[in-house]
């Protein structure tokens, strides 16, 4: 018996997706487009630049070098049932989904060799129903686009805090916004997913159809179907489309304050509608930028007295903070719109304890990007930026969650509040593609032996009950 080796494995794959690409590029020629560096490149040699576009724009670069052996822009789930059923007559073929692009991992929205199905270009259209309620969405729209088609009537979406991201990672994964203390998570908020299951069928998950899909897809990522349509609850955004919102910095010497203070605001939570994002950069070499710089929102277009708690007391080096618009504010720092950056991401999940404990494993996770920053003089041929990011996620929104029919998100409001630390790293030398995922990953497993070394098993704030060892 002949045994396949890797490589006839891996050649049975590429040789599948070609096949799988010579259905779709004869059944949905103008929508089909060959890599042009391959044999069939010339046959859609035309349309040649959408391929280099939509293989292009990912947030993490390393995804861009990947080379799909063609690119299928559907444009309706009929289109993507098709899509489906091809690549089930083919079991061998790779394909992979892309929406925003802007998934930090590497290739979870790309594919070397493999079909790649984008949906940015013509399945991204958004609107608002004509009665205000709710928003129709292309699973390739990205946040900005959602916002526009609301701004005329002030209506807003619960989505991303920046313009360029993805609708459908974004909804999929969760979705942390703004809005989520007021209304939960951008999943909770989907009214209908209209989808194309692994046999091609195309159908509807709704609370009352398929209400067990709906559950799932809600933070249960690309498991479960292809998302061809999102139908999103409409909010009023802010008072007549008036937000508040920007950006504070803060003097390094402050930031136990700010740890302490980030705290204390998610657990009092003095208002539903005040949100901020709290980041901690390190531009390297050297370390040489490290400033605490919060994000803050308020649905208003000014925040009453206290409503972010101790963060008012500490004083800022620079405050751009001031009424807006979402639109406006979801377009800061340009939306997001970089592409082809390095980049590796980890999530820490932590309960929020006491405010000083908190701080004190900030402090720890400070340290912790510092130590790793100075103790490698290679970093010195780089231009690295290093980001931790604790993200509160209140009980607040667990209830909001609850109340909207429940997500895949595991989130409990008994099981009190929590802190989802974002550690990034962003570089630009291609000598650190293997060793720079391999420091922040040190850097996340660091920072969660300090907790358990210190804090495991402590209840968080506002716990009422669970299980302990679980929770913390
Ligand atoms: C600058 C920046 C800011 C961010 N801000 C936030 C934030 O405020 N809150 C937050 O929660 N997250 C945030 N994120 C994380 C972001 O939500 C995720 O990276 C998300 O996956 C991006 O969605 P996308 O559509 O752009 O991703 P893509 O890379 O296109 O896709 C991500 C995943 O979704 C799957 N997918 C895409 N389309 C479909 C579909 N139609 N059907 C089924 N599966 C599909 C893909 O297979 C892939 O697994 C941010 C990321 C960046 C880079």
Redesign the pocket.
């Given at each position: 018996m002949k045994i396949p080796t890797i490589l006839s494995f891996g050649a049975l794959a590429a040789a599948s997706s070609i096949d799988v690409c010579e259905k779709l590029h004869k059944h949905y020629p103008e929508y089909t487009v060959w890599d042009p560096l391959s044999p069939q490149g010339p046959e859609s040699a035309l349309n040649a630049s959408m391929y280099r576009t939509a293989r292009s724009e990912?947030?993490?670069g390393v995804?861009a070098r990947n080379r799909p052996a063609c690119i299928f822009f559907p444009s309706n789930a009929e289109q993507?049932s098709d899509a489906v059923k091809h690549l089930n007559e083919h079991p061998n073929a790779e394909f992979?989904?892309?929406?925003?692009?802007?998934?930090?991992?590497a290739g979870?929205?790309?594919t070397a060799g493999g079909v790649l199905?984008s949906?940015?270009e013509n399945?991204s259209s958004a609107t608002l129903s004509s009665d205000g309620k709710s928003f129709e969405v292309g699973?390739?729209a990205?946040w900005g686009d959602v916002y526009e088609a609301g701004a005329k009537d002030n209506k807003i979406a619960v989505g991303?805090?920046?313009s360029?991201?993805?609708?459908?990672?974004?909804?999929?994964?969760?979705?942390?916004?703004?809005l989520s203390a007021q209304y939960g998570?951008?999943c909770d908020n989907v009214i209908d997913f209209e989808?194309v299951l692994g046999n091609g069928t195309v159908t509807h998950a709704n609370s009352k159809t398929n209400p067990d899909l709906w559950w799932a897809?809600k933070g249960g990522?690309?498991r479960?179907?292809?998302?061809?349509k999102f139908t999103l609850k409409a909010h009023p955004a802010g008072v007549d489309g008036k937000v508040w919102g920007g950006i504070r910095f803060y003097s390094r010497n402050d930031r136990q304050a700010v740890f302490e203070a980030v705290s204390e605001f998610v657990r009092d939570y003095p208002d539903p509608k005040s949100a901020v994002?709290p980041t901690f950069d390190f531009g390297l070499p050297g370390a040489a930028v490290s400033n605490p710089a919060l994000f803050f929102f308020y649905d208003g277009p000014t925040p009453p007295a206290g409503a972010f708690g101790s963060l008012d007391k500490i004083k800022p080096l620079l405050n751009t903070t001031d009424t807006t618009t979402y639109p406006e504010l979801a377009d800061q720092t340009g939306g997001?719109k970089?592409y082809g950056i390095n980049?590796a991401?980890r999530v820490n999940a932590f309960p929020n304890l006491d405010p000083k404990k908190t701080s004190e494993l900030f402090e720890d996770h400070w340290k912790l990007y510092q130590d790793q920053i100075k103790n490698d003089s290679s970093r010195n041929i780089d231009i690295q930026i290093g980001t931790f990011t604790p993200?509160p996620v209140s009980v607040l929104i667990a209830k909001a969650s609850q109340a909207n029919g429940g997500n895949a998100m595991g989130l409990h409001p008994d099981h009190g509040d929590r802190i989802w630390v974002?550690n990034d790293l962003i570089w630009v030398n291609p000598v650190c593609n293997n060793a720079c995922p391999t420091y922040l990953k040190n850097m996340g497993d660091g920072a969660n032996s300090k907790f358990d070394e210190k804090f495991k098993g402590q209840k968080p704030t506002n716990y009422k009950s669970g299980d302990v060892e679980f929770i913390s």
């Open positions: 990912y947030w993490n995804n993507v992979a989904l892309k929406s925003g692009g802007h998934n930090f991992n979870i929205s790309s199905i949906f940015n399945l699973p390739g990205r991303g805090r920046l360029n991201i993805g609708v459908g990672g974004f909804i999929l994964g969760g979705g942390l916004s703004y998570l951008a989808v897809l990522g690309n479960f179907a292809i998302v061809t994002i997001g970089i980049a991401a993200q974002e």
